[in-house]
Nanobody, 126 residues
């Protein structure tokens, strides 16, 4: 069982930065693949970024490539989403998710993940 708690959301102006954190419980966090998703009002939840258990490979949606960075610190049971050059269209509730093992092609899909956090709101003003 893994419990996930996101933090770090807030209100920021366009062009600004935020860093989201996702703290995980459980002794086997280091073996879990992690993902970040977001959901804007009236829209489906969409993939933002993901990272392998080792941190050796990351995955990104085209809309955030070059602006967002996913990283993890297995010693702290925490995964991060560094968001730079934020745009109003990045406004959404951001969720982290975990699964014990994912193939490369699975990171992008919500139904591939077993555990989810409660989400944190990110609002980017123009």
């Amino acid at each position: 069982q893994v419990q996930l708690v996101e933090s770090g959301g807030g209100l920021v102006q366009a062009g600004g930065s935020l860093r989201l954190s996702c703290a995980a419980s459980g002794r086997t966090f280091s073996s879990y693949a992690m993902g970040w998703f977001r959901q804007a009002p009236g829209k489906e939840r969409e993939f933002v970024g993901g990272i392998r258990w080792s941190g050796g490979r990351t995955y990104y949606a085209d809309s955030v490539k070059g602006r967002f960075t996913v990283s993890r610190d297995n010693a702290k049971n925490t995964v991060y989403l560094q968001m730079n050059s934020l745009k109003p269209e990045d406004t959404a509730v951001y969720y982290c998710a975990a699964h014990a093992g994912l193939t490369s092609g699975s990171y992008y899909y919500t139904n591939a993940y077993e555990y989810w956090g409660q989400g944190t709101q990110v609002t980017v003003s123009s």
